[in-house]
């Protein structure tokens, strides 16, 4: 019978213990972590807004709503809509990859607070053009989403 002898690698580490180490996937660093999960949460808004907006359009023309002239007729709910059919999937993902409820949460707040600051300025009369209101609602979302990050880094960076 023959036995298999082990033989040190070039880094004193035997064939077989190489092997065990290199089947391992290997770590992300927190901040490739962090940015991963950023991304993820970025391309679940955008799918969101394609899917569910389209979804969402069907009962409001069903309730008499003309979703292809929102600017002018339902302006608020053209800005709620959307926070809403980007927030949805963000924290549903969010709760797939383990997340607590107090992050998503968090997270979801990220997203309304623009949304209601937006309906504000067009309640109050101080800004009208929904595109511009949207230019606002997201621009802001996207920062307030990396703050709400930096805040819990730990949750963030190791998930």
Not at 97 to 121: D, K, N, Q, S, Y
């Amino acid at each position: 019978m023959q036995t298999k002898t082990e033989h040190p690698t070039t880094t004193g580490v035997t064939e077989a213990e190489a092997s065990t180490v290199s089947s391992e996937p290997p770590r992300r660093s927190p901040a490739a972590t962090f940015t991963r999960h950023y991304i993820e949460m970025v391309v679940a808004m955008l799918l969101g807004m394609v899917v569910l907006g389209a979804a969402l359009a069907v009962p409001l023309e069903a309730a008499g709503v003309d979703v292809t002239n929102w600017d002018t007729e339902a302006p608020a709910l053209s800005l709620f809509g959307m926070a809403f059919t980007m927030t949805v999937p963000m924290v549903a993902w969010m709760r797939y990859r383990g997340h607590g409820w107090a992050p998503c949460w968090e997270m979801a707040a990220a997203m309304f607070v623009p949304t209601f600051v937006a309906i504000g300025l067009l309640w109050s009369d101080v800004m009208t053009d929904l595109h511009g209101l949207m230019m606002i609602e997201h621009i802001a979302m996207f920062p307030l989403m990396l703050a709400v990050m930096f805040l819990r880094w730990d949750e963030y960076s190791r998930h």
